[in-house]
């Protein structure tokens, strides 16, 4: 059984850095062909894909936002995580975790965390 | 502004049959499949349609998907009230190198 957890802070700063893990378990991103991405949701707004890693930590970013983002993973804890500098109010957003499966030439979001949302305010 | 176009809003009676359409370009509609998601509201989206047509297990017949060029079509048939959720269209970007989304539509049923 497949399962994603997000987890961070509720609340950051304007200026200041978010740290965010999804703890994932029934599967390994170590397993050869497995991604997982990041993507936020501002309240009432579209889904916004953020970054995704590849099971060989191959990265690829949102052109938008990489210069603020980094995301990694610790094989070892089942572990994604996202940091993203610079935080400021329109970075509102619920933030979710999901895991990318790929089949022959189609690949597609099949599990998704249930969601952390962030505010970001003084 | 999202990649993928979207109607930001759909209706239909219970019964009757649906459609919502999202537009995109030769970079990702046109080359890469398609992915729907249903979210209902206060909860995380899940997967409706991969591939283009396919559907996961548990996902009712009366959903299906479509493509033709750079457009992708998702319809619902038989509507029922418990459709009524925010349905978005994704897909992998080749010149972006990313995946992009719709803007998501808000279907009601009336």
Redesign the interface.
Known sequence: QVTLKESGPALVKPTQTLTLTCTFSGFSLSTHGMRASWIRQPPGKALEWLARIDWDDEKFYSTSLKTRLTISKDTSKNQLVLTMTNMDPVDTATYYCARQYCSGNSCYFDYWGQGTLVTVSS | Q?VLTQPPSASGTPGQRVSISCSGSSSNIGT??V?W?QQLPG?????LI???NQR?SGVPDRFSGSKSGTSASLAISGLQSEDEADY?C?A?DDS?????????TKLTVL
């Open positions: 999202s890469n499949t992915t998601y909860t995380a989206p899940k997967l991969h591939s283009t996961p978005y994704a992998w972006l190198i990313g995946w992009v989304f719709g803007g998501g």
